[in-house]
């Protein structure tokens, strides 16, 4: 059985991966649990722990920004797959 499909169909497939996404938040939730041990474990000046605790801040808003991006990304790649294999059937 052969399917015929278009060259855009193929390009969606192979742009809508969320790979990217899903590394930088495993980057920045690994350095959020790093930051967050240091915080919780080693006696720091001021000024140090109100470095780590901003940094926290911006790890914990890029978790969630890049999560929810690659969260994103997995739906609309299951649903493009779902919509080929409806046409190609």
Do not use: C, H, Y
């Not at 914990?60 to 997995?74: D, K, Q, V, W, Y």
Request: net charge positive; proline share 1%.
């Amino acid at each position: 059985m052969f399917v015929r499909v278009s060259v855009d169909e193929l390009e969606d497939l192979k742009s809508s991966n969320s790979t990217i996404p899903l590394a930088l938040f495993g980057i920045s939730f690994g350095a959020l649990v790093s930051i967050s041990t240091t915080l919780a474990t080693v006696s720091l000046t001021d000024t140090m722990r109100i470095t780590f605790i901003a940094s926290a801040v911006v790890l914990t808003l890029a978790s969630i920004f890049f999560g929810a991006t690659a969260l994103r990304a997995e739906v609309q790649w299951r649903k493009r797959i779902e919509r080929f294999r409806k046409v190609s059937s």
